[in-house]
């Protein structure tokens, strides 16, 4: 009976989809918004995996607040790989009448281990010439400050030419929340600002870049057990932003599945209206000797083809 069914269903299919437009786009639309929400989802996640080693800054991190590494820590990560030494502080930046708080950088000729930090122009440097340190900004903060490259800005006791603007960070969105524009000095001029006194809050950031950093995260947890620091790995690169992308892919999915489910009364009006259409065509079947399980075959035999459909065309928009 399943083969008499699967035929005149074949055949009715033939004669088009005529009052099945509902019915497809609320499916195609439900799992398409779904489809897309993963999809997206996991196209994230692969971005941030490959980056990881920039957006970390290394294949290991270890962050400290208020004092750098002893000598002795700091040889062993030099053993182990290529370190970059990178030190944060929030201070104020000054030019003439103007002022803004910004977000301090100071870097050593090793930074970035991984990426490329982008400087336009990209010749400019940070060191000390002519008896002048460098410094490169984000344009905002010229703008709040009045500045352009090439003028001066004075941070703590320092006077900095400002040689370039700071188009692309590699590990800037795996920082901390933050609270102005980006200021980067080399980390040669950071004593003579004077900013590094007893309580400042500065955040040393150590990264190491090395094949076997599981082994020596676990050789320096068992080595110095109460240095009091923050490692991270490669994998780890970014929990604020991977959590935030979770979220949104989660919120993203509920409303595909809020769609689908508003959708389902579209396809329930549609299916009735479909079969409420075919009741002559119900009645010649029975006439003919056909069972009320044979009709019920046909017809459901269609809504299931119409709705792989559906959900296919809703896939692959998705």
């Known amino acids: ?3 008499i069914a699967w035929r005149l269903a074949r055949r009715e299919l ?3 989809l005529r009052g099945f437009g509902i019915f497809l786009g609320c499916l195609a639309l439900g799992v398409a918004a779904i489809a897309a929400a993963g999809s997206l989802g996991a196209a994230l996640d692969r971005a941030l995996d490959d980056d990881a080693r920039a957006l970390l800054g290394g294949d290991l991190s270890i962050r400290l607040s208020q004092r750098p590494l002893t000598p002795e820590q700091d040889a062993v990560l030099r053993e182990a790989g290529a370190v970059s030494r ?3 502080l929030r201070a104020m930046a000054f030019a003439e009448e103007r002022r803004a708080l910004v977000e301090l950088k100071a870097v050593d000729q090793a930074y970035p281990l991984y990426g490329r930090l982008r400087l336009d ?3 400019a440097t940070l060191e000390r010439r ?3 340190w460098g410094a490169a900004a984000d344009a905002n903060l010229l703008t709040r400050l009045g500045l352009s490259v090439g003028d001066v800005v004075r941070v703590g006791e320092v006077r900095f030419r400002l040689r370039a603007t700071v188009t692309r960070e590699p590990d800037r969105v795996a920082g901390v929340l933050a609270l102005g524009p980006r200021l980067m000095i080399d980390s040669g001029a950071l004593p003579e600002t004077g900013l590094l006194m007893p309580g400042s809050l ?3 950031l150590y990264r190491v870049a090395t094949p076997e950093h599981a082994a020596l995260r676990a050789a320096l947890k068992a080595r110095f057990p109460d240095a009091g620091w923050q490692m991270r790995e490669s994998g780890e ?5 991977r959590r935030f992308l979770d979220n949104v892919a989660s919120f993203l999915s509920l409303v595909g599945l809020t769609a689908l489910l508003v959708g389902g009364i579209g396809v329930a009006g549609a299916v009735s ?3 409420e259409g075919r009741k002559p065509t119900i009645a010649m079947l029975k006439a003919v000797g056909a069972t009320n399980g044979t009709v019920f075959r046909i017809y459901a035999l269609q809504v299931a083809v119409l709705a792989a459909g559906g959900v296919a065309i809703g896939l692959v928009v998705g």
């Not at 690169?237 to 932003?241: I, K």
Request: aromatic share 8%; proline share 12%; no cysteine.
């Open 202 to 204: 500065a955040s040393y």
């Open 273 to 275: 209206a479909f079969v």
């Open 1 to 3: 009976m399943t083969g």
């Open 121 to 123: 122009p990209p010749d």
């Open 86 to 88: 990178v030190v944060e």
């Open 14 to 16: 033939r004669g088009g």
């Open 130 to 132: 002519d008896g002048e």
């Open 237 to 241: 690169a970014a929990p604020g932003v």
